[in-house]
């Protein structure tokens, strides 16, 4: 990895690194005694690993010029297999917590152990450790190629990928220590969130920088959404995050806002990170992988641009669906509400232009289940955008609201939409990067599909049954017009569907777990010829190939 | 449009300005007059803030991920007036740096749990929750009741909440460690200086059964205990809570 390096970028390397040991060294100094310290003395380890391999491997000699006639790809790489590791922690750490929930004696008299302070490294683990991997590394592959230009630079995607991942590792392990600003899904504290800003601005500029060396006037739909993924999920990060820490030498942080405003700034970020992380970006990658695998061009242009700026304006007034029936005002509910309801029409309009484009590709579909991966992730995010429009409905949120049919929800979205097209678009990248002719076995991934899909079903439809349950019990009166059942009784009905739940999670996790090790085998089986994968996969024009493939049909 | 667009698609800069300027109108539109509408939030002048006993207390609450499975919103239901008691006003977390409103209830919501339950009751329950539910699902907190609470720097975590916007007095904040000790040992000196500065209905006690040590437990219970009872607002009339000044 060094050895791609150019001798500038090494010695900028060396500064970076340098800069990043002194800030750890400054930390550890500044917070003994508190976790501000065991965190400044892991980012000083990190750093001082980091100089030692550079220093390693100073003197190898530079990168050819050739290799700027080719994708920048190591990143990517990299990135991927995050993603997986991620992908094995933060579900087996998610599957341990659901089985706390059944059997809450499943752990051990340690702080660290118990359900509130796991249950943020699995939220995180998934939400920024995995799904954030994966879109970091497949913006990278695809704006390169519907660009057909290369990486501006070898050192920036490293800095980004590396940077990035080291804000995943303080946050998860700020968490068993209780570092935690409490803000769901924007949990780590104040010093991560501040380099968080650092890595994703150069993430952004990156982007920028890339796009501006492009070949192909037009900027293809994918990078749209990606584009909308980095620039609004900073806006939403730094709002959000915006918080006095007690000192200096102190993890600890105040929240700039509170009550009611905060609950307000908390699920406007909330929503959205579900729509610009978890939608937008995935989005980008749907754009590019799903018409790559089946060899159609994408169904709509039209409808790419409808539901991309339906979904980047609607989305950013749907927050307030989180607060219905609280001490939120009213007008705020009910502007909720109705941008919920009206966002149906760009989702629908995205799921319906993807499923579309397969159209000509049903029997790959059949045969293919990389491309299966792909056409569910469809399916489920239609299924999961029009259920989410449907629970912002305040009668029917009044009923939703608090109970486990949003865990369900969240994970029909998350499991169905998220992970498929990940998974999806992983298979598909593994054998084009490490230049392969296909998965190391086709049998294993069909495995994972039967039993991600599997595990999904079941995993959604056991909280679906617990959830209304559970409202129906909160809810319900007697004969003589006092209310029913006391909470524990509602607590007793969900056992079953939390032992259900955690089965499901079972099956996910195997799924991915097999996934891992389908794509360890095929990085570990002897390269191919690679002259016979590069000729095309340049960032050269060559007149006869164009890239109809690529460019949204009209 | 789409001629427009055929266009737009070629500019990297018009695309970026675009995207911020259509995502910024929705939160521009639904918070920024919630800091600005009187209404927002009612008055209650009896609002007192959070002794630094039962900040630490709440610190460790946020710490332990309480807020995944407790709500503290009382939704403006008839079977959760019911359930809980009165429905929550935004007045009741003005001092609430963050909120803890949560979104999920595995676990009952907590927003008027203070004083519904005696200091044993909730030893007991955090020490190990099946001991009094049995059918409890929550965590045992066993190891609060065994760790010292940190105070040292408790006359710091005031002076942040007063940097954005709770009113601590200079007083509160230099006497924040013995408050916090004062607090959970009513028969020492240190427990007058608490009510002096926090208004004689504080409520002073051993939280843990053991009044010469402060534990994480003591903090814990005593931000329990607290919780829906800062201010009354919610239990007046409506027509009164609302009415403006």
Same mark, same amino acid.
């Given at each position: 990895?060094?050895?791609?390096?150019t001798?500038?970028?090494?010695?900028?390397?060396?500064?970076?690194?340098?800069?990043?040991?002194?800030?750890?060294?400054?930390?550890?100094?500044?917070?003994?005694?508190?976790?501000?310290g065991?965190?400044?003395?892991?980012?000083?380890?990190?750093?001082?690993?980091?100089?030692?391999?550079?220093?390693?491997?100073?003197?190898?000699?530079e990168?050819?010029?050739?290799?700027?006639?080719?994708?920048?790809?190591?990143?990517?790489?990299?990135?991927?297999?995050?993603?997986?590791?991620?992908?094995v922690?933060?579900?087996?750490?998610?599957?341990?917590?659901?089985?706390?929930?059944?059997?809450?004696?499943?752990?051990?008299?340690?702080?660290w152990?118990?359900?509130?302070?796991?249950?943020?490294?699995?939220?995180s683990?998934?939400?920024?450790?995995?799904?954030?991997?994966?879109?970091?590394?497949?913006?990278?592959?695809?704006?390169?190629?519907t660009s057909?230009?290369?990486?501006?630079?070898?050192?920036?995607?490293?800095?980004?990928?590396?940077?990035?991942?080291?804000?995943?590792?303080?946050a998860?392990?700020?968490?068993?220590?209780?570092v935690?600003?409490?803000?769901?899904y924007?949990?780590?504290?104040?010093?991560?969130?501040?380099?968080?800003?650092?890595?994703?601005?150069?993430?952004?500029?990156?982007?920028?920088r890339?796009?501006?060396?492009?070949?192909?006037?037009?900027?293809y739909?994918?990078?749209?959404?990606?584009?909308?993924?980095?620039?609004?999920?900073?806006?939403?990060?730094?709002?959000?995050?915006?918080?006095?820490?007690?000192s200096w030498?102190?993890?600890?942080?105040?929240?700039?806002?509170?009550?009611?405003?905060?609950?307000?700034?908390?699920?406007?970020?909330?929503?959205?990170?579900?729509?610009?992380?978890?939608?937008?970006?995935?989005?980008?990658m749907?754009?590019?992988?799903?018409?790559?695998?089946?060899?159609?061009?994408?169904?709509?242009?039209?409808?790419?641009?409808?539901?991309?700026?339906?979904?980047?304006?609607?989305?950013?007034?749907?927050?307030?669906?989180?607060?219905?029936?609280?001490?939120?005002?009213?007008?705020?509910?009910?502007?909720?509400?109705?941008?919920?309801v009206?966002?149906?029409?760009?989702?629908?309009?995205?799921?319906?232009?993807?499923l +579309?484009?397969l159209?000509?590709?049903?029997?790959?579909?059949?045969?293919?289940a990389?491309?299966?991966?792909?056409?569910?992730?469809a399916?489920?995010?239609?299924?999961?955008?029009?259920?989410?429009s449907?629970?912002?409905?305040?009668?029917?949120?009044?009923?939703?609201?608090?109970?486990?049919?949003?865990?369900?929800?969240?994970?029909?979205?998350?499991?169905?939409?998220v992970?498929?097209?990940?998974?999806?678009?992983?298979?598909?990248?593994?054998?084009?990067?490490?230049k392969?002719?296909?998965?190391?076995?086709?049998?294993l991934?069909?495995a994972h599909?039967?039993?991600?899909?599997?595990?999904?079903i079941?995993?959604v439809?056991a909280?679906?049954?617990?959830?209304?349950?559970?409202?129906?019990m909160?809810?319900?009166?007697?004969?003589?017009?006092?209310?029913?059942?006391?909470?524990?009784?509602?607590l007793?009905? +969900?056992?079953?569907?939390?032992?259900?739940?955690?089965?499901?999670?079972?099956?996910?996790?195997?799924?991915?777990v097999?996934?891992?090790?389908?794509?360890?085998?095929?990085?570990?089986?002897?390269?191919?010829?690679?002259?016979?994968?590069?000729t095309a996969?340049?960032?050269?024009?060559?007149p006869?190939?164009?890239?109809?493939?690529?460019?949204?049909?009209? | 449009?789409?001629?427009?667009?055929?266009?737009?698609?070629?500019?990297?800069?018009?695309?970026?300005?675009?995207i911020?300027?259509?995502?910024?109108?929705?939160?521009?539109?639904?918070?920024?007059?919630?800091?600005?509408?009187?209404?927002?939030?009612?008055d209650?002048?009896? +609002?007192?803030?959070?002794t630094?006993?039962?900040l630490?207390?709440?610190?460790?609450?946020?710490?332990?991920?309480?807020?995944?499975?407790?709500?503290?919103?009382?939704?403006?239901?008839?079977?959760?007036?019911?359930?809980?008691?009165p429905?929550?006003?935004?007045?009741?977390?003005?001092?609430?740096?963050?909120?803890?409103?949560?979104?999920?209830?595995?676990?009952?919501?907590?927003?008027?749990?203070?004083?519904?339950?005696?200091?044993?009751?909730?030893?007991?329950?955090?020490?190990?929750?099946?001991?009094?539910?049995?059918?409890?699902?929550?965590?045992?907190?066993?190891?609060?009741?065994?760790?010292?609470?940190?105070?040292?720097?408790?006359?710091?975590?005031?002076?942040?909440?007063?940097?954005?916007?709770?009113?601590?007095?200079?007083?509160?904040?230099?006497?924040?460690?013995?408050?916090?000790?004062?607090?959970?040992?009513?028969?020492?000196?240190?427990a007058?200086?608490?009510?002096?500065?926090?208004?004689?209905?504080?409520?002073?006690?051993?939280?843990?059964?053991?009044?010469n040590?402060?534990?994480?437990?003591?903090?814990?219970?005593?931000?329990?205990?607290?919780?829906?009872?800062?201010?009354?607002?919610?239990?007046?009339?409506v027509?009164?809570?609302?009415?403006?000044?």
């Amino acid at each position: 990895m060094i050895a791609e390096l150019t001798k500038n970028e090494r010695q900028g390397a060396l500064i970076i690194l340098l800069a990043l040991a002194i800030t750890g060294l400054a930390m550890a100094a500044g917070g003994r005694g508190d976790p501000f310290g065991v965190h400044g003395a892991l980012v000083l380890v990190v750093a001082i690993a980091g100089i030692f391999a550079v220093i390693g491997g100073y003197y190898a000699p530079e990168p050819s010029p050739d290799r700027l006639d080719s994708y920048y790809d190591s990143p990517t790489k990299f990135g991927i297999i995050a993603a997986m590791v991620w992908a094995v922690i933060g579900m087996a750490v998610g599957d341990w917590v659901a089985w706390l929930l059944a059997y809450p004696e499943w752990t051990f008299d340690a702080a660290w152990a118990s359900f509130g302070r796991l249950r943020p490294v699995h939220t995180s683990g998934v939400i920024f450790g995995f799904g954030g991997n994966a879109l970091i590394a497949t913006s990278f592959y695809v704006m390169q190629r519907t660009s057909r230009a290369r990486l501006p630079d070898q050192l920036t995607p490293w800095f980004v990928l590396f940077g990035y991942n080291l804000f995943c590792v303080i946050a998860a392990t700020g968490y068993l220590m209780g570092v935690t600003q409490s803000k769901e899904y924007a949990e780590p504290e104040w010093y991560a969130d501040i380099w968080l800003v650092i890595v994703w601005v150069t993430y952004f500029v990156l982007y920028l920088r890339t796009l501006n060396r492009r070949k192909e006037p037009h900027i293809y739909v994918s990078n749209w959404y990606y584009l909308a993924f980095i620039l609004v999920v900073a806006m939403l990060h730094i709002v959000n995050n915006l918080a006095v820490p007690i000192s200096w030498g102190s993890a600890k942080s105040y929240s700039l806002f509170s009550g009611v405003q905060d609950a307000m700034t908390e699920w406007w970020y909330g929503h959205n990170a579900v729509a610009f992380f978890l939608t937008s970006g995935f989005l980008g990658m749907l754009y590019y992988y799903m018409p790559k695998r089946a060899g159609r061009p994408i169904y709509s242009y039209r409808m790419s641009i409808i539901s991309f700026w339906g979904i980047t304006f609607f989305y950013m007034w749907a927050g307030s669906h989180h607060l219905h029936y609280t001490a939120l005002p009213q007008w705020v509910q009910s502007l909720g509400m109705t941008f919920s309801v009206m966002l149906l029409v760009p989702s629908w309009v995205s799921a319906g232009n993807a499923l +579309m484009t397969l159209n000509g590709a049903w029997h790959k579909v059949r045969d293919d289940a990389v491309l299966r991966f792909m056409m569910v992730a469809a399916v489920f995010y239609g299924l999961s955008t029009f259920e989410g429009s449907f629970m912002a409905i305040r009668p029917v949120n009044s009923l939703s609201h608090y109970t486990d049919w949003t865990v369900g929800h969240v994970h029909a979205g998350a499991l169905g939409w998220v992970a498929m097209i990940t998974f999806g678009a992983i298979y598909a990248s593994v054998p084009w990067l490490w230049k392969r002719n296909g998965m190391y076995s086709a049998k294993l991934v069909e495995a994972h599909f039967w039993l991600a899909l599997s595990g999904t079903i079941i995993y959604v439809f056991a909280m679906w049954n617990s959830g209304i349950i559970q409202g129906l019990m909160w809810r319900t009166y007697n004969e003589s017009g006092t209310l029913a059942y006391s909470f524990v009784d509602s607590l007793v009905a +969900m056992h079953p569907y939390y032992i259900a739940r955690a089965v499901g999670g079972v099956f996910f996790l195997l799924g991915a777990v097999i996934g891992f090790y389908n794509i360890w085998m095929t990085i570990r089986t002897a390269a191919q010829d690679e002259a016979a994968h590069t000729t095309a996969d340049r960032p050269v024009i060559e007149p006869a190939v164009g890239a109809p493939a690529l460019q949204p049909g009209e | 449009m789409f001629g427009f667009h055929y266009r737009l698609e070629r500019k990297t800069i018009g695309l970026v300005l675009g995207i911020i300027g259509v995502a910024s109108i929705g939160g521009f539109v639904e918070i920024a007059p919630l800091f600005t509408i009187h209404q927002t939030v009612e008055d209650a002048p009896d +609002m007192r803030v959070y002794t630094p006993l039962e900040l630490a207390g709440r610190n460790i609450y946020i710490r332990e991920g309480c807020y995944a499975c407790h709500s503290q919103m009382i939704r403006t239901l008839r079977d959760e007036v019911e359930r809980y008691g009165p429905y929550s006003l935004a007045v009741e977390s003005k001092y609430d740096h963050p909120m803890l409103w949560g979104s999920k209830r595995t676990g009952p919501d907590l927003a008027r749990l203070g004083e519904k339950y005696s200091d044993d009751w909730h030893v007991a329950h955090l020490i190990n929750p099946r001991a009094v539910v049995p059918e409890s699902v929550m965590p045992a907190y066993a190891f609060l009741a065994r760790t010292e609470l940190r105070t040292d720097d408790l006359s710091k975590h005031l002076k942040a909440q007063r940097d954005v916007g709770v009113p601590y007095t200079d007083d509160m904040i230099a006497n924040a460690a013995a408050d916090a000790y004062g607090q959970a040992a009513p028969d020492s000196p240190a427990a007058d200086g608490v009510t002096k500065r926090y208004g004689k209905a504080t409520t002073v006690r051993a939280f843990d059964g053991k009044p010469n040590d402060l534990t994480e437990m003591d903090a814990l219970v005593a931000y329990l205990q607290i919780l829906g009872r800062l201010t009354d607002a919610a239990h007046k009339p409506v027509a009164t809570a609302e009415k403006k000044p």
